[in-house]
T-cell receptor, first 117, second 112 residues
Framework: GAVVSQHPSRVICKSGTSVKIECRSLDFQATTMFWYRQFPKQSLMLMATSNEGSKATYEQGVEKDKFLINHASLTLSTLTVTSAHPEDSSFYIC?????????????FGPGTRLTVL | QKEVEQDPGPLSVPEGAIVSLNCTYSNSAFQYFMWYRQYSRKGPELLMYTYSSGNKEDGRFTAQVDKSSKYISLFIRDSQPSDSATYLCAMSEDGGYNKLIFGAGTRLAVHP
């Protein structure tokens, strides 16, 4: 299957700082990428859909000014958590569908664990 | 009512047992059904993918979809300790380019 990477895998930051998370499709082009958040022992909740060359689409309740998404190329989407606070501490996971792949579904990155002190 | 219901477990079974994991859903427009496996602190890994109703088998894994009952299942035969993980069902109306709706995930522990 397709491979999606994320960087960093883990980040610890102070309250009030901004953190950028990268999501890359390694062996395929992704015009669309998805960003999820997962709290401990809970399922994945979609935050936003990232579209190459256009504005992201945010799910209800997700602050677009706090979670900035940029999808500048066909292989890279970034999520910036601005002015992070302890309640933003979570596991952030991106995914991308592989166009023309064997399955019409999404492949997930390994996730980024964010801890805000 | 959630769109997708999945018992979070935990489910504990002995090695070699047959495991049955299930999800129910309410949206009749769902046509794409997936099972993902997630190890602790890792991203979900696609296990099984099914379009519409029917069965699909891959090694020790069998996925079943019954759209008339809005019920999907994942069976694991000859379960191994390495199968210990959280299993997430996911569904979509229009395939991978649209949002997936996940179940809560079932935590499975296979003990030797």
């Amino acid at each position: 299957g397709a491979v999606v990477s994320q960087h960093p895998s883990r980040v610890i930051c102070k309250s009030g700082t901004s953190v950028k998370i990268e999501c890359r499709s390694l062996d395929f082009q992704a015009t669309t990428m998805f960003w999820y958040r997962q709290f401990p022992k809970q399922s994945l909740m979609l935050m936003a859909t990232s579209n190459e060359g256009s504005k992201a689409t945010y799910e209800q309740g997700v602050e677009k000014d706090k979670f900035l998404i940029n999808h500048a190329s066909l292989t890279l989407s970034t999520l910036t958590v601005t002015s992070a606070h302890p309640e933003d501490s979570s596991f952030y996971i991106c995914s991308a569908p592989e166009r023309g792949g064997l399955t019409d579904t999404q492949y997930f990155g390994p996730g980024t664990r964010l801890t805000v002190l | 009512q959630k769109e997708v219901e999945q018992d979070p477990g935990p489910l504990s079974v002995p090695e070699g047992a047959i495991v049955s994991l299930n999800c129910t859903y309410s949206n009749s427009a769902f046509q794409y059904f997936m099972w993902y496996r997630q190890y602790s602190r890792k991203g979900p890994e696609l296990l099984m993918y099914t379009y519409s109703s029917g069965n699909k088998e891959d090694g020790r894994f069998t996925a079943q979809v019954d759209k008339s009952s809005k019920y999907i299942s994942l069976f694991i035969r000859d379960s191994q300790p390495s199968d210990s993980a959280t299993y997430l069902c996911a569904m979509s109306e229009d395939g991978g380019y649209n949002k997936l709706i996940f179940g809560a995930g079932t935590r499975l522990a296979v003990h030797p």
